[in-house]
Each structure stands twice: as structure tokens, then as C-alpha cells.
């Protein structure tokens, strides 16, 4: 995903890992501790830290959706293990709970959240017995619910190395109006001629020198900054090539429209 056409940023699944891997650690320490001075027969203040639930889970291990949103009309599945003293799992009931229950849905005993009021921010709990997570927040995004391709066919003026923009548009049914949904990840592919080896291409996304590029939609639901295809300098190429257009739900659904050709023609 390129420049402005932002990676999806998110909370990064690794940081909830690291903490959990650093307090199994911690415990490991501590329990080591407490055996040492248990057959010295001698105290230990820290032994008091040493929190254990039934079944022995002491650490909850929770991958954050990356990037961190849900859709409304969508669903998406945060997961959550419970681990044992030496980081491994174990079978113990887990709930997933919100106090934003006006903004997202969530489903106490699989984790599944759907969007349910878009531009707002809803908070994500994970517990078992005692223990309990850090809050999750997830940007509550307009479904993507049509994507428009206003010009299936495009025209290259003689002398011109790059086409027009090609500009499909995403679009959320909000109120049984479709508006415009910005921030939502186009996947643009040139699709024929088809090159089994990417390095022969005689085509390509203008300044992405690749035969596919994922753009982000901005205010007017269009790819921004604009995306054009370029003939290859010094290979020779045929008159026309054909990108497909392709935009995903955050659970990995296409959105209809998804599929449309834009052909561009080279004069």
C-alpha cells in the first residue's frame, strides 16, 4: 500500500504479546522465588504478587484486529487465549464484553463484533474469572455497501505515457442514501495481458512500478492520489490493458461491484 494511500495503521497485534510474554516472565521469576524461599523455609513478600485463577490461567493472551475498525452490517472476530504459568493455553471459560453497546455488538462467548453506529468508537473487554484485559477500540467505520465504476473504458492521447485516473468509488448506504465512504482500501490489479513474470510487464501502476497497487479512498469515496497505468519504457506493449477493481469488508467479503474491469487504451 503506497504513500498517502495509507497503511492501514493499527494497534499492532505484537504489543498485547510482548506484555503478556513480560508478565509470564514476571511470574516465572516470582514463582521461582517463592520455591527457593519456601525450602529455606524463609519469607517472601513478592510470593503475595502471585495471582492464579482455577485451572491455573494467569495471563490473557488477545490479538487486536489490525487494522482496528469494524463496519456496520459487518462482523469481525477478536480472539483471546488463556494461559497457564509457562505461556501455555488453557481450556477456561472467556468473555468478551462492551460498555459501548450503542455503537458496537458484541458477542460475549465467540468475540464476534459488528458495527452498529458508524463515525463513533467502540471499546472491546476481554475477561476470565478476575483477570481482565486492556480496553480494545475500534473505529466504527460506514459499511461499504456498492463500488461504482462511473468509466469502464479509458483513452490515452497520442504522446501521453500514462492514462487518465482510474477512479472507481466506494459507497456506505447510509439511511437509504449512498454516500461516499473515505478511507476504505481499493485493490486495483492489472489483469491482462496477463505476465507470469512480473519483471516482463509491460505495464504498470504509475510510480509503483508493480502490476497491483491498494489506494485508499478519500472524502469523495475515490482512490487518493489519483491512480494512472503507465506503459514500461522501452518495452513493447499492446494497445490496451484492463485493471480490475476490488474493495473488501474488514471481514474479507468483497463488496458488490467488486469485479468490474476498467479497460484503457493506448493510442
Known sequence: MRGGRGGNGGTGGNGGSVRVARELLRLRQTTAACAL???????????????????????????????????????????????????????APILWSTPDAANIFVDPATGRVAGLTAGT??????????????????????????????????????????????????????????????????????????????????????????????VLTGADGIPTPPVTVSRVAGLTAPDTVEVEVVVRRRSGATVPGSGQRVVIVFQ
Open 37 to 91: 524461599a519456601a525450602a529455606a523455609a524463609v519469607s517472601a513478600p513478592a510470593c503475595a504478587d502471585i495471582g492464579t485463577e482455577s485451572g491455573g490461567v494467569i495471563a490473557l493472551e488477545v490479538v487486536p484486529p489490525v487494522p482496528p475498525q469494524v463496519e456496520v452490517g459487518d462482523t469481525i472476530t477478536i480472539t483471546a487465549t488463556a494461559l497457564d504459568i509457562d505461556g501455555n493455553p488453557v481450556d
Open 121 to 214: 468508537t467502540g471499546r472491546v473487554m476481554v475477561s476470565s474469572g478476575s483477570l481482565v484485559s486492556e480496553f480494545i477500540s475500534l473505529s466504527v467505520l460506514a459499511g461499504a455497501d456498492t463500488v461504482e465504476v462511473p468509466a469502464d473504458t479509458l483513452v490515452v492521447a497520442p504522446g501521453e505515457t500514462a492514462s487518465p485516473p482510474v477512479a472507481p468509488r466506494v459507497l456506505a448506504d447510509v439511511a437509504g442514501v449512498l454516500t461516499p465512504s473515505s478511507g476504505r482500501a481499493v485493490i486495483l490489479t492489472i489483469v491482462e495481458p496477463v505476465y507470469a513474470d512480473p519483471a516482463t510487464r509491460a505495464f504498470e501502476f504509475t510510480g509503483n512500478a508493480a502490476l497491483a497497487d491498494t
